[in-house]
């Protein structure tokens, strides 16, 4: 559907919900890890990662909602690259929270 669209606008809409759908699948998908938490079922799925790829991720995931609101938001990467060990998706759902927060109180 987004190729045969010839409309930019209409292109932008798309890739909008896209985002905004993965976005709330996101937090849905959050909802259900802190409820396997508080059960002490959640298993993490400890592993390396790339800290600065999971943080382009969240900033291309979250930059629309900062466009919404005038800001501009945008991920610097300076020298090599951030690894941890960690599980991928919490350490992606901390910067989900922290970067709606500051894009919601700013």
């Given amino acids: 559907l987004k190729g045969q669209l010839k409309d930019h606008e209409a292109r932008q809409y798309i890739?909008?919900?896209?985002?905004?759908?993965?976005r709330l699948l996101q937090t849905l998908t959050s909802i259900l890890e802190l409820a396997e938490l508080e059960a002490n079922k959640k298993k993490f799925q400890i592993q390396r990662c790339s800290v600065d790829e999971l943080m382009q991720e969240v900033t291309e995931v979250m930059?629309?909602?900062?466009?919404?609101?005038?800001?501009?938001?945008?991920?610097?990467?300076?020298?090599?690259?951030?690894?941890?060990?960690?599980?991928p998706n919490m350490i992606s759902q901390i910067f989900f929270n922290l970067i709606s927060n500051a894009i919601k109180y700013t």
Avoid: N, V, Y
């Fill in 63 to 87: 930059r629309p909602l900062a466009d919404s609101k005038g800001l501009i938001m945008e991920f610097r990467k300076t020298g090599d690259s951030f690894l941890s060990e960690g599980d």
């Fill in 15 to 22: 890739e909008l919900i896209e985002k905004s759908s993965t």
